[in-house]
């Protein structure tokens, strides 16, 4: 079963708006990471937190980390046509021996 | 160029068959991984290997056996394809342990088993 599930499964938006977007697990987990897959191309990583982290920042995206609800938001701000893509969770689980879990990820269509 | 290099881009094969998927870094990076992609599904793990010589089984490796022989290869066989192995293939590298560092991918294989 999927550790990290992503909400919504789609996401539609204009240029210039902001996107959110939700991830859930289920067990605790060593860090947290966030990753974009254009289409027909392998997955670009974005960001990882770390557990005793709760919030990071990469140029116009944040992601925040609430261990105590076992969720994670990606937040990209003045979104373009270029950030079109899937954005997938994934996460590294305690005592997992390096078995980074992934969502089924959110589909963000930017429209100009 | 420096960076994960999957081949073949696309593969057709029939049912029963053996087919071998390649997977190269550059990176000298330790761990390396190979996932499948299925609508629904998201990224499952099939196997993965910490170092050369050392691999593992993860989430879906039945039907599937890896090597690694060297650090800069990690070779995917199914050794009797079957339908529902038809996926795309991904192949990722790691500096460090997941619990570290960030996964690179390459861009995949889609093979079709007919």
């Known amino acids: 079963s999927q550790q990290g599930e992503e909400d919504p499964q789609a996401l539609s938006i204009q240029e210039g708006e902001n996107a959110t977007m939700n991830c859930s697990y289920k067990?605790?987990?060593?860090?947290l990471q966030w990753y974009r897959q254009n289409s027909g191309r392998g997955l670009v990583h974005l960001i990882l937190i770390r557990s005793n982290e709760r919030e990071k920042h990469s140029g116009r995206l944040r992601v925040t980390l609430d261990t105590s609800k076992k969720s994670s938001s990606l937040l990209i701000t003045a979104s373009r046509a270029a950030d079109t893509a899937s954005y997938f969770c994934a996460t590294a689980p305690k005592g997992g021996y390096n078995k980074l879990i992934f969502g089924a990820g959110t589909r963000l269509a930017v429209h100009p | 160029d420096a960076g994960i290099t999957q081949s073949p881009r696309y593969k057709i094969t029939e049912t029963g068959r053996q087919v071998t998927l390649m997977c190269h870094q550059t990176?000298?990076?330790?761990?390396m991984f190979w996932y499948r992609q299925d609508l629904g599904h998201g990224l499952r793990l099939i196997y993965y290997s910490a170092a050369a010589d050392i691999t593992d089984k993860g989430e879906v490796p039945d039907g599937y056996v890896v090597s690694r022989s060297k650090t800069e290869n990690f070779p995917l066989t199914l050794e009797s394809a079957t339908r529902s192995q038809t996926s795309v293939y991904f192949c990722?590298?790691?500096?460090?342990?997941?619990?570290?560092?960030?996964?690179?991918f390459g861009n995949g294989t889609r093979l079709t088993v007919t």
């Open positions: 067990t605790s987990i060593n860090n």
């Open positions: 990722a590298s790691s500096e460090a342990s997941s619990y570290n560092s960030p996964l690179h």
């Open positions: 990176w000298s990076h330790s761990y």
